[in-house]
């Protein structure tokens, strides 16, 4: 391994133990989870505490990237199940968030005024 | 015009199942409490609204730093479900119908969903609460943005909800159940409350579940796992035992029957266990994890605990 990818692994190494500390630990080690008899939850269930650890890293920067405070993040992503908290970390970017952020651009507003009057959307208030 | 047309794609009516309501008296929650929205910030006053009316403590510059992301200017579903965990509430994805919604709000419950008030093209993603419901009317009543009370014909509501997936949550208390409960989802909700840690509520909805369904070997399982996650080993071994009565061939149990015999000091009992675990098993994903239980409870023996 270079050095440069060793620093890399090291640094990475040091993030998950910090996030570590303030993971929720529910069961004790070697327990198998309530998951595992959810057919919806058994991907979950099955995978193993490593790979959820760096889940857990990897969507961590992800949100504070997307601007959330480093002191909360960690409480935000312990509300998390595991199946959501993978989830998020193959999808965040392909995921809405809702917030009536519209990019709206001049000339798509006439059909949008159409589209509300027939009752399609509802973005306008007063129509 | 064809961009119009284009736009309207996706129009095609909306399934029976969804929109389908029995005519009824008009439903409204005249006192679930209203949150005017920031910018962007529908999400963190929807919930508060869903939070607030199941009695909850929360305060809304709590709910703002759990659930608003800058870099989206919005907030994700996940972390509404993740918020609500947080607050000691079990959030329950309802099914996508307007009757659905029309149960809840029959048991009190006001609905958050997912909108997209404008078109697939050009999507506005929304969140807001749909506190009543008139079907003789075709209506259907939100707390919405700086609304209190928008009324939307249920036809409009339907478009914009179906553009999310008929997308709903609820906010229950521990010990109440969904008003049109699908099991496996119930169940799934449950089990993220273990999985986060919440182990007093877990426990509570557990016991709820088992009220409802006794003696389903999912409830009873999760009922074992958090008293084994409480460390009250001697009441999840119990809770295993009469499972495994019910069930021999749950080799999952089994595991985790092991382990709390051996957190009890009962090490012949344990590996035991495990053994007959190991020797009935034929599915290799289970192997790796049986192994590494006997190596701890071996483990744990050596070290005379």
């Not at chain 1, 990475?12 to 919806?40: D, K, N």
């Not at chain 2, 159940?177 to 426990?203: C, F, K, S």
Request: glycine share 8%; with cysteine; aromatic share 6%.
């Amino acid at each position: 391994m270079t050095l440069y990818k060793l620093r890399g692994f090291l640094l990475r190494l040091v993030s998950v133990s910090i996030i570590c500390m303030g993971f929720a630990q529910a069961a004790p080690a070697g327990m198998i989870g309530t998951g595992h008899l959810i057919e919806s939850e058994a991907r979950a269930a099955s995978i193993s505490r490593v790979e959820v650890l760096l889940a857990h890293d990897d969507v961590a920067r992800q949100l504070v990237a997307l601007g959330v405070d480093q002191a909360t993040v960690v409480e935000r992503l312990n509300g998390l199940s595991t199946a959501e908290l993978l989830e998020l970390e193959e999808q965040i970017d392909d995921q809405v968030a809702g917030g009536d952020a519209l990019a709206l651009i001049g000339a798509v507003f006439l059909v949008l005024l159409i589209l509300e009057l027939v009752g399609v959307t509802d973005i306008f208030k007063s129509i | 015009m064809p961009a119009l047309l284009l736009l309207l794609s996706g129009c095609a009516s909306i399934p029976e199942a969804v929109r389908e309501l029995p005519a009824g008296a008009a439903l409204e929650l005249d006192d679930a409490p209203f949150y005017p929205q920031e910018r962007y910030q529908c999400g963190p006053a929807a919930l508060m609204t869903a939070l607030t009316q199941s009695g909850a403590d929360v305060a809304l510059d709590n709910i703002v730093e759990k659930v608003y992301l800058p870099g989206k200017k919005g907030s994700l579903q996940v972390e509404m479900l993740a918020a609500t965990r947080t607050e000691g509430r079990l959030p329950y994805v309802i099914d996508g119908t307007l009757s659905a919604i029309r149960n809840e709000l029959e048991s009190g419950r006001p609905v958050v969903v997912l909108q997209n008030l404008g078109v697939a093209a050009i999507p506005r993603w929304h969140y807001a609460v749909v506190v009543g419901i008139d079907a003789d009317r075709g209506e259907v009543i939100l707390r919405s943005g700086t609304d209190r009370r928008r009324i939307t014909s249920t036809r409009t509501f339907l478009y914009t909800w179906r553009r999310g997936d008929y997308w709903a949550m609820v906010v229950l208390r521990p010990d109440e159940l969904p008003a049109t409960v699908n099991r496996e989802r119930y169940y799934a909700a449950i089990a993220a409350l273990e999985q986060t840690g919440r182990l007093e509520a877990a426990a509570l909805a557990w016991r709820t579940a088992e009220n409802r369904w006794p003696g389903d070997p999912v409830v009873l399982f999760g009922l074992g796992n958090v008293e084994s996650a409480l460390r009250n080993f001697a009441a999840a071994e119990t809770i295993y035992l009469a499972l495994l009565k019910l069930d021999g061939s749950l080799l999952v149990v089994r595991n985790n029957l092991a382990l709390v015999l051996a957190e009890q000091g009962q090490f012949a009992a344990a590996i035991n266990e495990i053994g007959t675990a190991l020797e009935r098993n034929d599915d290799p994903a289970l192997e790796a994890e049986l192994r590494d239980t006997e190596r701890m409870i071996l483990a744990m023996r050596a070290a005379g605990q």
